[in-house]
């Protein structure tokens, strides 16, 4: 079962950049592709139809959608610099696809659903950010870096309408050991000599009910287990627990279901 969600955000200038590692798993249920939220980088300018920024931003959507997904994880980044018609852009996929042997075609349908997100939501920004439940698009006109420190102002927060059953507390506090040990799961690793990224999902019993949970990161530093640390407690804020919550970021993101919400899945 799903349920709708409120949503909570905090914003400032964004960077952006991920790729993920796969953990042996089991299937999942209820996969959406929702969209979730997006900011216009009002401050980055407007570009006008036709001009060489429009041109520039057009040819980097192509040779992303039409880069071989395979060869390069889920990260897409790249970036066509041209004096003051720089753009850059970078499609991050969820990591749960990395399981999937259609993995290459579900992150490029993402990838042109939010590039119309993009485009409708903001429409002649030249930067911006959209988020769906499956992708995330980050276009800019600064060359788009990893962050070296955690951006806790370009923070937004989902959370189940409906209350924990039972005993609150010794839920949140059996939920917060779970993203303890997904945390201490993440692992540097390569794939054909490709970087990829932290990712760890995984689902464990509490009483009658199945909780499932993901955490993800950039890079696998102090800042990557100081935003999870952070984002974590935000899940349950005002001690109000929820039968579920997610917060996502430029660093991390981390969130926890009751109902299966991921391809894979690993048992704990």
């Not at 999870?228 to 579920?244: A, C, H, R, V, Y």
């Amino acid at each position: 079962m799903k349920f709708s969600y409120s949503l909570s955000k905090r914003f400032s200038f964004p960077i952006f950049s991920m790729q993920f590692l796969m953990i042996h798993s089991v299937s999942s249920l209820n996969l959406t592709n929702e969209y979730l939220n997006h900011k216009c980088l009002f401050n980055q300018g407007k570009y006008n139809s036709g001009s060489e920024y429009e041109k520039n931003l057009n040819w980097i959507f192509h040779y992303i959608r039409t880069r071989p997904f395979e060869n390069v994880g889920f990260t897409q980044k790249s970036n066509l610099t041209t004096a003051e018609n720089s753009a850059s852009v970078v499609l991050q996929c969820r990591g749960d696809s990395y399981g999937s042997k259609s993995y290459g075609s579900k992150c490029r349908t993402c990838l042109d659903t939010a590039i119309l997100g993009f485009r409708k939501r903001c429409p002649s920004i030249k930067g911006g950010m959209i988020w769906y439940d499956q992708c995330f698009l980050y276009v800019s006109t600064i060359y788009i870096e990893n962050p070296s420190k955690t951006n806790y102002e370009n923070i937004f927060s989902m959370h189940n309408p409906n209350n924990v059953r039972g005993d609150a507390k010794l839920f949140a506090k059996k939920t917060l050991d779970f993203f303890s040990e997904l945390t201490l799961k993440l692992e540097k690793t390569t794939r054909d000599g490709i970087r990829v990224i932290f990712y760890a999902a995984g689902k464990k019993k509490l009483g009658e009910n199945t909780l499932y949970a993901m955490v993800q990161c950039i890079e696998l530093t102090i800042n990557c287990k100081t935003c999870l640390t952070w984002s974590i407690t935000k899940l349950f804020k005002n001690d109000d627990i929820k039968q579920g919550a997610r917060v996502f970021g430029s660093n991390c993101d981390v969130r926890y279901e009751l109902y299966p919400f991921l391809r894979f899945v690993k048992h704990f």
